[in-house]
């Protein structure tokens, strides 16, 4: 995990035993101000908020609090959920000795002085622990991280997401291994997690479509594109797209799904387009639809008669890839969805195909497996095309016709699982085939992270219970692709 | 005539780095033959009413205020610096060579700009340090205080755990994709030139030109020094930045476990700048070391270009014991200026520039017993300074480092300025 460089297992036993536990991980100290990042998880009682005081003078400081999950830790330590554990970035004004620090949370105090944490000179690496809400957290810093003198003005601290809160207390009340699963998760808990969902995604979704220069007439193909948290990657796909002849003939769409970051991620595309020239659409949306939603509304803005559905951490490994995916899709009898290989960035597999296999941590749940995974490519490389069982929703070819034929990704999925798993189904249950080109590579960049069995989350548990909307669905029709 | 446009991250009036001085004095020497050249420098000053460009000195010398927003990527695109502001200043100049010395502070994508808005111009970057390739102030020094010898994203990833491994490729692939638009580059050193090549930058594509030195008063060595006089105290002197990469910990450790005997026949002058913005536990320790080395190593702080002959006169012999690679240390070229011998670290730039026991004696870096023990052989053979003195050869010129620079910015240039010439005729 990325944060495993912080994980001292001797440390952290001590932490165990104690109602409340408070860790820090960085300390970034500018000019009046002491930047720190780090953790607490309470056993019994709710922890919420956490107040510093000096302790030379007992006075209460000045600070300001970002909030996140650390589902890390929750996961590692047990914790009860992020009602009880929460990671923090906090900002505190006006002292000069972080000695002198006591943190104090439901009334149990943390003198800083018998803590070990690492001092650094980078806000980019406080932020970093923040994960996927760095840029967030980022921004929190640079907001209050005011020369000294200046008066900290706005109050950033940011709640956390309600609905998500309701979901992960309904996922608090199921055992992620325990043979009842399944069960559990039918009778009940997966109607309710989806009601929610289905709420807060079924609210009025203003788009505002932004095009920065002139898209093509008549495309051969739309690329879509969805953005959450990091909208870095757009610079680099279109910096690499941009190299690319055939791109003149490609309508590329980015959809973004994190209405936080509406401001920085238009800002930015303005930049990249002034930059390297490439005609892109932006579709903005209003609300965080998840991964299926996102697609659906850009394929909804897509003028070609072919789609492409690409994740925004994909980078070509060479010019023309387009082009040999079109013509290779041209190629085929009955194709449903075309595949490519991805690899990670030393050059090993993410993904060749996708195919269901059993998991005996996970009993009852059919998971999506992807063969060959961490090999070099150059070991298990093969030529042509393959026709598979499933493939990954990081990148599949189809016409656009066929997409709203079978209804798109189901957004049921909440947040976005096996949508792309679902979607092979559908185009299979419609007597159509699934192929992965084998001579079109790309790379695709996942962070790091360790197995799915190793990780008792909230995250982990709304997995599987997607997985079990997708047994609910297709039970019968997975056990008959398996078979052949 | 060409013309052409220097591009520097910095200007030498404010910031006296090596790659700076060397982007200027190229500019200078250009102006000085009578060339059509422009200097653009990176600035942190405050502008005009918002202006993205000042003038400093003369009309020729522009000051460009902006910044990064991206220190990862080195990247400039969310202001209109760049796509905008350098875009209308290139259309104006309309150089047909841009030679950069830099894109750091500047933003990376300015050679993309640079690229789309003038297509037919020249580009040529000069590579001052391991920047594209290492996260870590371009230093190829792991965060845990050893040496690189490779760039990997799996091994980056370990120096800087909030980067993943795929970041650290999408950085290699983002800056390759816009060094595609250069035409030539230049690397002081076959070292650094070396390191790109491994890193993947076609070989024929990189040529190796020392900085040129601008031709000073001459230097008169002390001859006195060279006289051997067995007990005269004999001075070693540092000149440079002071932080962590310098190795001046190293320097005064081997100081400090010299016997009390060589230790009366030593004189050590450290003239370095910035020491006061270093972190506390490093200006703990050289200030523990200093104490540890007081009557022998005295700190003298910084110093201006011009006083340095008058203080090189007076050394014997200059140390560099950086504990990182280097790239081609200013200091080299000045001292051997002077035909003062250099006592280096046996790594990178400085290895390849200081040649053991010819005009310069090497030891294994970062170690201090090793230095001791040069520092013990040079009082004790007090002719071998006069021997390796008398071997150095004269430094590059600016004239010269000049002229090989002509080759690399087309070779119509001569061509047309024979041709105008003749027209002129």
Same mark, same amino acid.
């Given at each position: 995990?990325?944060?495993?460089?912080?994980?001292?297992?001797?440390?952290?036993?001590?932490?165990?035993?104690?109602?409340?536990?408070?860790?820090?991980?960085?300390?970034?100290?500018?000019?009046?101000?002491?930047?720190?990042?780090?953790?607490?998880?309470?056993?019994?009682?709710?922890?919420?908020?956490?107040?510093?005081?000096?302790?030379?003078?007992?006075?209460?400081?000045?600070?300001?609090?970002?909030?996140?999950?650390?589902?890390?830790?929750?996961?590692?330590?047990?914790?009860?959920?992020?009602?009880?554990?929460?990671?923090?970035?906090?900002?505190?004004?006006?002292?000069?000795?972080?000695?002198?620090?006591?943190?104090?949370?439901?009334?149990?105090?943390?003198?800083?002085?018998?803590?070990?944490?690492?001092?650094?000179?980078?806000?980019?690496?406080?932020?970093?622990?923040?994960?996927?809400?760095?840029?967030?957290?980022?921004?929190?810093?640079?907001?209050?991280?005011?020369?000294?003198?200046?008066?900290?003005? &706005?109050?950033?601290?940011?709640?956390?997401?309600?609905?998500?809160?309701?979901?992960?207390?309904?996922?608090?009340?199921?055992?992620?291994?325990?043979?009842?699963?399944?069960?559990?998760?039918?009778?009940?808990?997966?109607?309710?997690?989806?009601?929610?969902?289905?709420?807060?995604?079924?609210?009025?979704?203003?788009?505002?479509?932004?095009?920065?220069?002139?898209?093509?007439?008549?495309?051969?193909?739309?690329?879509?594109?969805?953005?959450?948290?990091?909208?870095?990657?757009?610079?680099?796909?279109?910096?690499?797209?941009?190299?690319?002849?055939?791109?003149?003939?490609?309508?590329?769409?980015?959809?973004?799904?994190?209405?936080?970051?509406?401001?920085?991620?238009?800002?930015?595309?303005?930049?990249?387009?002034?930059?390297?020239?490439?005609?892109?659409?932006?579709?903005?949306?209003?609300?965080?639809?998840?991964?299926?939603?996102?697609?659906?509304?850009?394929?909804?803005?897509?003028?070609?008669?072919?789609?492409?559905?690409?994740?925004?951490?994909?980078?070509?490994?060479?010019?023309?890839?387009?082009?040999?995916?079109?013509?290779?899709?041209?190629?085929?009898?009955?194709?449903?969805?075309?595949?490519?290989?991805?690899?990670?960035?030393?050059?090993?597999?993410?993904?060749?195909?996708?195919?269901?296999?059993?998991?005996?941590?996970?009993?009852?749940?059919?998971?999506?497996?992807?063969?060959?995974?961490?090999?070099?490519?150059?070991?298990?490389?093969?030529?042509?095309?393959?026709?598979?069982?499933?493939?990954?929703?990081?990148?599949?070819?189809?016409?656009?016709?066929?997409?709203?034929?079978?209804?798109?990704?189901?957004?049921?999925?909440?947040?976005?699982?096996?949508?792309?798993?679902?979607?092979?189904?559908?185009?299979?249950?419609?007597?159509?085939?699934?192929?992965?080109?084998?001579?079109?590579?790309?790379?695709?960049?996942?962070?790091?992270?360790?197995?799915?069995?190793?990780?008792?989350?909230?995250?982990?548990?709304?997995?599987?219970?997607?997985?079990?909307?997708?047994?609910?669905?297709?039970?019968?029709?997975?056990?008959?692709?398996?078979?052949? | 005539?060409?013309?052409?446009?220097?591009?520097?991250?910095?200007?030498?009036?404010?910031?006296?780095?090596?790659?700076?001085?060397?982007?200027?004095?190229?500019?200078?020497?250009?102006?000085?033959?009578?060339?059509?050249?422009?200097?653009?420098?990176?600035?942190?000053?405050?502008?005009?009413?918002?202006?993205?460009?000042?003038?400093?000195?003369?009309?020729?010398?522009?000051?460009?205020?902006?910044?990064?927003?991206?220190?990862?990527?080195?990247?400039?695109?969310?202001?209109?610096?760049?796509?905008?502001?350098?875009?209308?200043?290139?259309?104006?100049?309309?150089?047909?060579?841009?030679?950069?010395?830099?894109?750091?502070?500047?933003?990376?994508?300015?050679?993309?700009?640079?690229?789309?808005?003038?297509?037919?111009?020249?580009?040529?970057?000069?590579?001052?340090?391991?920047?594209?390739?290492?996260?870590?102030?371009?230093?190829?020094?792991?965060?845990?205080?050893?040496?690189?010898?490779?760039?990997?994203?799996?091994?980056?990833?370990?120096?800087?755990?909030?980067?993943?491994?795929?970041?650290?490729?999408?950085?290699?692939?983002?800056?390759?994709?816009?060094?595609?638009?250069?035409?030539?580059?230049?690397?002081?050193?076959?070292?650094?030139?070396?390191?790109?090549?491994?890193?993947?930058?076609?070989?024929?594509?990189?040529?190796?030109?020392?900085?040129?030195?601008?031709?000073?008063?001459?230097?008169?060595?002390?001859?006195?020094?060279?006289?051997?006089?067995?007990?005269?105290?004999?001075?070693?002197?540092?000149?440079?930045?002071?932080?962590?990469?310098?190795?001046?910990?190293?320097?005064?450790?081997?100081?400090?476990?010299?016997?009390?005997?060589?230790?009366?026949?030593?004189?050590?002058?450290?003239?370095?700048?910035?020491?006061?913005?270093?972190?506390?536990?490093?200006?703990?320790?050289?200030?523990?070391?200093?104490?540890?080395?007081?009557?022998?190593?005295?700190?003298?702080?910084?110093?201006?270009?011009?006083?340095?002959?008058?203080?090189?006169?007076?050394?014997?012999?200059?140390?560099?014991?950086?504990?990182?690679?280097?790239?081609?240390?200013?200091?080299?070229?000045?001292?051997?200026?002077?035909?003062?011998?250099?006592?280096?670290?046996?790594?990178?730039?400085?290895?390849?520039?200081?040649?053991?026991?010819?005009?310069?004696?090497?030891?294994?870096?970062?170690?201090?017993?090793?230095?001791?023990?040069?520092?013990?052989?040079?009082?004790?053979?007090?002719?071998?300074?006069?021997?390796?003195?008398?071997?150095?050869?004269?430094?590059?010129?600016?004239?010269?480092?000049?002229?090989?620079?002509?080759?690399?910015?087309?070779?119509?240039?001569?061509?047309?300025?024979?041709?105008? &010439?003749?027209?002129?005729?």
């Amino acid at each position: 995990m990325r944060r495993s460089a912080l994980w001292a297992k001797q440390l952290l036993r001590s932490k165990l035993q104690k109602k409340v536990a408070l860790n820090i991980d960085y300390m970034l100290q500018v000019p009046g101000k002491i930047v720190l990042s780090g953790w607490v998880g309470s056993r019994t009682d709710p922890a919420t908020s956490i107040s510093w005081s000096n302790g030379s003078t007992k006075s209460t400081l000045e600070s300001k609090l970002f909030k996140f999950t650390r589902a890390d830790v929750i996961g590692q330590l047990g914790f009860q959920g992020e009602s009880h554990c929460f990671g923090f970035i906090v900002v505190i004004d006006g002292l000069s000795d972080v000695a002198n620090l006591v943190a104090s949370v439901n009334g149990i105090s943390f003198p800083l002085a018998g803590q070990k944490f690492n001092s650094v000179t980078s806000p980019n690496i406080v932020a970093g622990q923040a994960g996927e809400k760095g840029a967030l957290a980022l921004k929190f810093i640079e907001k209050n991280d005011v020369a000294s003198g200046q008066v900290a003005t &706005a109050t950033a601290a940011i709640t956390l997401d309600p609905e998500i809160m309701k979901i992960q207390t309904e996922l608090g009340t199921l055992n992620l291994h325990a043979e009842d699963f399944v069960e559990r998760a039918r009778a009940g808990v997966l109607d309710r997690v989806q009601s929610v969902w289905k709420k807060r995604t079924s609210k009025p979704n203003p788009v505002r479509v932004v095009t920065h220069g002139v898209l093509p007439d008549d495309p051969a193909l739309s690329i879509i594109v969805p953005i959450y948290g990091r909208y870095d990657f757009v610079q680099h796909q279109v910096a690499s797209f941009s190299d690319d002849e055939n791109f003149a003939n490609v309508e590329v769409i980015y959809v973004l799904d994190d209405p936080s970051l509406k401001h920085e991620f238009l800002v930015t595309c303005e930049g990249v387009f002034k930059t390297f020239g490439l005609p892109f659409k932006l579709v903005v949306s209003t609300q965080n639809l998840g991964f299926a939603g996102a697609n659906n509304l850009g394929v909804a803005n897509a003028r070609a008669e072919r789609v492409l559905l690409l994740n925004s951490d994909i980078l070509p490994s060479k010019p023309g890839w387009t082009q040999d995916l079109i013509k290779t899709f041209e190629s085929l009898d009955n194709v449903g969805i075309l595949g490519a290989a991805l690899l990670y960035e030393d050059n090993s597999v993410q993904h060749m195909a996708m195919e269901f296999r059993r998991d005996s941590s996970f009993p009852g749940l059919w998971l999506n497996h992807h063969p060959c995974k961490g090999m070099p490519w150059d070991l298990v490389k093969s030529r042509g095309v393959t026709k598979v069982q499933l493939t990954t929703g990081a990148c599949m070819l189809m016409k656009k016709s066929l997409y709203e034929e079978v209804g798109g990704f189901d957004p049921l999925y909440v947040l976005g699982d096996f949508e792309d798993s679902d979607l092979c189904l559908k185009v299979l249950q419609h007597g159509f085939d699934i192929y992965v080109d084998n001579d079109v590579v790309l790379y695709h960049l996942e962070r790091l992270s360790q197995g799915l069995v190793s990780e008792d989350n909230w995250k982990t548990k709304l997995t599987m219970l997607n997985n079990v909307h997708q047994l609910n669905k297709w039970e019968s029709q997975i056990e008959r692709v398996v078979e052949e | 005539m060409s013309r052409i446009l220097v591009v520097s991250h910095g200007h030498p009036d404010f910031n006296k780095g090596g790659a700076e001085v060397a982007a200027y004095n190229l500019f200078k020497e250009l102006r000085r033959q009578g060339h059509d050249a422009y200097f653009l420098a990176r600035t942190e000053l405050l502008p005009h009413g918002g202006a993205a460009f000042s003038q400093r000195n003369d009309p020729r010398e522009i000051l460009f205020h902006t910044t990064m927003d991206d220190g990862f990527l080195f990247s400039s695109l969310k202001t209109k610096h760049l796509w905008g502001d350098l875009r209308d200043l290139l259309l104006k100049i309309k150089p047909d060579v841009v030679h950069f010395h830099h894109y750091f502070q500047i933003g990376i994508e300015a050679i993309e700009i640079v690229r789309r808005t003038l297509p037919q111009a020249r580009i040529v970057l000069t590579l001052h340090e391991y920047l594209a390739i290492c996260h870590n102030n371009g230093l190829m020094y792991k965060t845990n205080g050893k040496l690189c010898y490779q760039y990997s994203p799996r091994d980056c990833n370990n120096c800087f755990p909030e980067k993943s491994p795929g970041d650290f490729f999408l950085r290699e692939k983002y800056l390759k994709n816009i060094f595609k638009n250069v035409d030539h580059f230049v690397s002081p050193s076959l070292f650094l030139k070396n390191r790109y090549v491994d890193w993947g930058i076609s070989e024929k594509d990189i040529s190796v030109i020392e900085n040129g030195q601008p031709q000073l008063e001459a230097i008169i060595s002390t001859d006195k020094c060279a006289e051997a006089d067995d007990q005269r105290k004999i001075k070693l002197a540092f000149f440079g930045q002071v932080n962590p990469f310098k190795g001046i910990d190293v320097l005064l450790g081997a100081i400090s476990s010299l016997s009390k005997k060589y230790r009366e026949r030593l004189v050590v002058e450290i003239h370095g700048a910035n020491f006061d913005s270093q972190r506390g536990e490093y200006q703990k320790k050289i200030k523990r070391l200093l104490r540890k080395t007081r009557g022998v190593v005295t700190f003298c702080g910084s110093y201006e270009s011009h006083e340095l002959p008058g203080l090189l006169s007076a050394t014997d012999w200059v140390v560099i014991p950086s504990i990182w690679w280097e790239n081609s240390p200013m200091v080299i070229q000045e001292a051997f200026s002077a035909r003062v011998p250099i006592i280096t670290s046996d790594i990178g730039g400085m290895a390849e520039k200081i040649n053991d026991e010819v005009d310069g004696l090497h030891f294994r870096a970062d170690k201090h017993q090793g230095l001791a023990e040069v520092i013990v052989r040079v009082i004790e053979d007090s002719t071998l300074r006069g021997k390796l003195s008398d071997n150095i050869a004269p430094p590059l010129t600016i004239a010269e480092c000049l002229n090989q620079h002509f080759e690399i910015y087309g070779v119509n240039y001569h061509a047309i300025q024979n041709q105008e &010439a003749s027209e002129i005729a």
